[in-house]
């Protein structure tokens, strides 16, 4: 079955730092890729998405890209912000099944 | 645009007792999805509708938890003689059309406490 894992359960940083959070997945098709940010008592919200034409996905200066080499699509940012701190989620989904399948989720926090 | 509106956004019910709850999903969305959060095991998919049919509902505990969508503007999920373990937050979440790579809304959940 399809499956996301997201190794950090939780990342502390000093603001200014560059942020890096992990996702790997499986799946038996070829998936679509999200990361969900949510801050505390929101709903989930997009962050950014894969793209099929190698773009490079960037929002609110968060960039990821995927490799299917490595089964990966890791989140990036070259200076993290006090308000970036919050609980983000890789997800995936495929062509079958528009059901979204998460990881556990990462929660950011960022310190002054 | 409202967003995707789901009410109660509290609710707590006895053990044993029902507890219905409704999202009202992004009008021209056609497609209507329910996932459970909780601490222990993050956000898990329930089920979903697709033109108010329901499409997938394998994430749903099947002896208690049913969903329904009765119209385009609202569906409910109906948690019938509540126990602890169901204490969570609810989502729903709606995407404009059926396919991969379609962005999902999510409203603001519903947070159910059984006690």
């Known amino acids: 079955g399809d499956s996301v894992t997201q190794t950090e359960g939780l990342v502390t940083l000093t603001e200014g730092l560059p942020v890096m959070l992990n996702c790997t997945y499986q799946?038996?098709?070829?998936?679509?890729l999200f990361w969900y940010v949510q801050h505390l008592n929101e709903a989930p919200k997009l962050l950014l998405k894969?793209?099929?034409?190698?773009k490079r996905p960037e929002h609110q200066g968060f960039h990821a890209t995927l490799h299917k080499s490595s089964s990966s699509f890791h989140l990036q940012k070259s200076s993290a912000q006090l308000s970036d701190s919050a609980l983000y989620y890789c997800?995936?989904?495929?062509?079958?099944?528009?059901?979204?399948?998460f990881g556990q989720g990462t929660i950011l926090k960022v310190y002054l | 645009n409202a967003g995707v509106i789901q009410t109660p956004r509290h609710k707590v019910t006895g053990k044993g007792q029902e507890a219905t709850l409704w999202c009202e999903p992004i009008s021209g969305h056609s497609a209507v999805f329910w996932y459970r959060q909780t601490i222990v095991q993050g956000l898990e998919f329930l089920t979903y509708?697709?033109?108010?049919?329901?499409?997938?509902d394998s994430g749903m505990p099947k002896e208690r938890f049913s969903a329904q969508m009765p119209n385009q503007s609202h569906s409910t999920l109906k948690i019938q003689s509540t126990q602890p373990q169901d204490s969570a937050v609810y989502l729903c979440?709606?995407?404009?059309?059926?396919?991969?790579?379609?962005?999902?809304?999510f409203g603001p959940g519903t947070r159910l406490l059984v006690l």
């Open positions: 979440a709606s995407s404009l059309v059926l396919g991969g790579r379609d962005t999902q809304y």
């Open positions: 894969s793209f099929t034409d190698n």
């Open positions: 799946s038996t098709y070829s998936p679509f």
């Open positions: 509708f697709r033109n108010q049919a329901p499409i997938d």
């Open positions: 997800a995936l989904s495929t062509s079958s099944g528009q059901k979204l399948v």
